[in-house]
């Protein structure tokens, strides 16, 4: 089983009750990782989520009282943990938080998983996207050398998407975006929210971590090269 632990980047759909609209929901790219996978999913994300509440609202609870060895825990914070520097900074709290977790799903013979935070499509007048976690992806990436935890760094898979699709059609992605192609109007919030998606944003990063977590187990490592094969043909 795979589980997850993270904030509503991840979490599941709304259903569109922030919108109003049931065509077009608010959702993490968790809600969308089952259909590309065999093995089932357990998202315990939820929004406004930081390392330090999911362990105190009791979410992690969830999630390590149904971790079985062989197990995948993924995490997928930063978000939330960047706005209270002081308890949750990337190289203390958020860091030692992080570590944590990890150290107790290896406890449970289950494997840990690590992602970089999804970028939030922040285009500058001029097209470049900024970046907007400061020293927290890199964090993970450096958490994840350090104690040998793979990671998906879904913040260069998003920045590569938002740019290579481009200012206005990256838009989509979001439900502001989706809303504006269908001409249905939404809150002010909602116009502004570049930070979660709505289905097609859901469904292109959930792609990328199951391709990911296949590649992590060794999908296709057996299968026979096919350079020689083109070079008889």
Same mark, same amino acid.
């Given at each position: 089983m795979i589980h997850l632990a993270g904030d509503s980047t991840v979490a599941p759909t709304d259903g569109g009750a922030t919108s109003g609209h049931p065509e077009l929901p608010l959702l993490g790219w968790g809600d969308e990782l089952a259909a590309f996978l065999d093995e089932p999913v357990a998202?315990?994300? *939820?929004?406004?989520?930081?390392? /330090?509440? *999911?362990?105190?609202?009791?979410?992690?609870? &969830?999630?390590?009282?149904?971790?079985?060895?062989?197990d995948t825990v993924v995490f997928g914070f930063g978000h939330n943990d960047q706005k209270e520097p002081d308890v949750l900074a990337a190289d203390g709290g958020y860091r030692e938080r992080l570590t944590a977790f990890i150290e107790e799903v290896r406890a449970a013979g289950a494997k840990p998983v690590l992602t970089t935070s999804v970028e939030r499509r922040m285009f500058e007048p001029d097209g470049t996207l900024r970046f907007s976690h400061g020293p927290y992806p890199a964090e993970v990436r450096r958490l994840g050398h350090e104690l040998d935890v793979p990671v998906i760094d879904l913040n260069v *898979?998003?920045?590569?998407?938002?740019?290579?699709?481009?200012?206005?059609?990256?838009?989509? &992605?979001?439900?502001?975006?989706?809303?504006? +192609?269908?001409?249905?109007?939404?809150?002010?919030?909602?116009?502004?929210?570049?930070?979660?998606?709505?289905?097609?944003?859901?469904?292109?990063?959930? /792609? *990328?971590?199951?391709? +990911?977590? /296949?590649?992590?187990?060794? +999908?296709?490592a057996d299968a026979a090269p096919a350079g020689l094969e083109l070079i008889r043909k």
């Open positions: 998202n315990r994300a *939820f929004g406004g989520a930081t390392t /330090r509440t *999911f362990r105190e609202q009791g979410n992690w609870k &969830l999630v390590t009282d149904g971790l079985q060895a062989g *898979f998003t920045r590569w998407l938002y740019t290579s699709l481009g200012p206005e059609e990256s838009a989509a &992605l979001f439900v502001h975006g989706a809303a504006a +192609a269908r001409g249905i109007e939404v809150s002010a919030d909602l116009k502004k929210d570049n930070t979660h998606y709505t289905t097609a944003g859901a469904v292109a990063v959930a /792609r *990328f971590v199951a391709e +990911a977590l /296949r590649a992590l187990d060794g +999908a296709g």
